[in-house]
């Protein structure tokens, strides 16, 4: 009797678990490159040759644009970041296009003809993936010194507001320079 | 879209209170550069009539009714986009902004009889923006096409779709 029991009780757990499963089949859940947490790590082609390892800019504030030649708003916010790269570039901003194009030609013409200042790298559906899916563009992160995820902004971005996070993350030089030298115990 | 007209046409009521022709002509240039630009620069989504678009809601209840036949789903804008996630069933077929998608596309649905119902979506950036959709819609239906749906997604595939909960698969 204590067996049967048993028995029904693990077909009830048994087909709610498949009840559960079954109604989420072909969903998909985005993980998320969350506020607060490190930015994931990506090792990819540079547009000039050579890569680009993100980890090995840590130190320095990212700003990690997610663009395509196709994509009229990042088109516009291109001579912007420029701009930007060319004002706080001094003070450690480092600003990384990652370009979605399906393939690097138009890149190519586009790099030259606007004249980028900053390194642009050829992503992925991986990449995009690894940043909680990059579907939909501009999409662009704002990664503080310490390699953590700041800001994530979808959409084209409010150039003022985007200014007054750079040089806030920029400020931050001082007490991330504090932490560093700081003894561990 | 709205906003934009709506501000022009204060501009415009502006321009007659105080000096008429002068601003009126002003306004007819300013609303002449506005028109160039945009042919210039693409046929955007925004120009597709309301009467040739599906909501994500309404392409959902669709492709899970088991009264209708299911419409052939096509995704027309970015390769890496729909490697990440697209619409569970649906094929990829190129950039209708390129005149290589648009080629790819007449090959998939050459052979179909005019009436077959096709829906084609992009999501890539937001629907004023997105440059793909409005040439592979024309392009079906200049090949005689009647039963052509555009998905319209007013932000992009990831907000409209994806974090709806909608059916997804990822890949090729």
Known sequence: MRRKNLLILLGIIVFSLAAYFGS????FARPA????????????????????KLSTLRGKVILLDFWATWCEPCREEIPHFIDLQKRYGPEGLQIVGISMDDSPDPVHEFYRQFKINYPVV???????????????????????RDGRIQVK?????????LEGEIVKLLRERQ????????PVH | MYKVSFQLRRNHDHAQ??????????????????????????QHADLIPSSHLINPADLVALLQSSKTPKPLVLQVGSHVLFSQAHIAGSEYVGAGSSQAGLEQLRQRVEKLP?????????????????PNVKPADDALREMGFTNVKVLYIPNNFG??????????????
């Open chain 2, 114 to 130: 005019r009436g077959t119902a096709i829906v084609i979506y992009c999501g890539c950036c937001p629907w004023n923006h997105c």
């Open chain 2, 17 to 42: 209170r105080s000096h008429p022709f002068p601003n009126q002509a002003c306004f007819l240039l300013f609303l002449g550069g506005i028109l160039l630009v945009h042919s210039m620069f693409g």
């Open chain 1, 153 to 161: 902004h979808i959409g084209a971005v409010n150039l003022t507001m």
């Open chain 1, 33 to 52: 490159a969350a506020q607060g947490a490190i930015a994931p790590d990506f090792d990819l082609p540079l547009l000039n040759g050579g890569q680009l």
């Open chain 1, 122 to 144: 050829m992503g992925d559906a991986k990449t995009g993936e690894l940043y909680g899916g990059v579907l939909g563009l501009p999409i662009a992160f704002l990664i503080g």
């Open chain 1, 24 to 27: 989420h089949a072909g969903h």
């Open chain 2, 159 to 172: 907000s409209d779709w994806v974090d709806k909960g909608y059916p997804v698969a990822k890949g090729e």
């Open chain 1, 175 to 182: 007490d991330f320079a504090v932490i560093l030298q700081r």
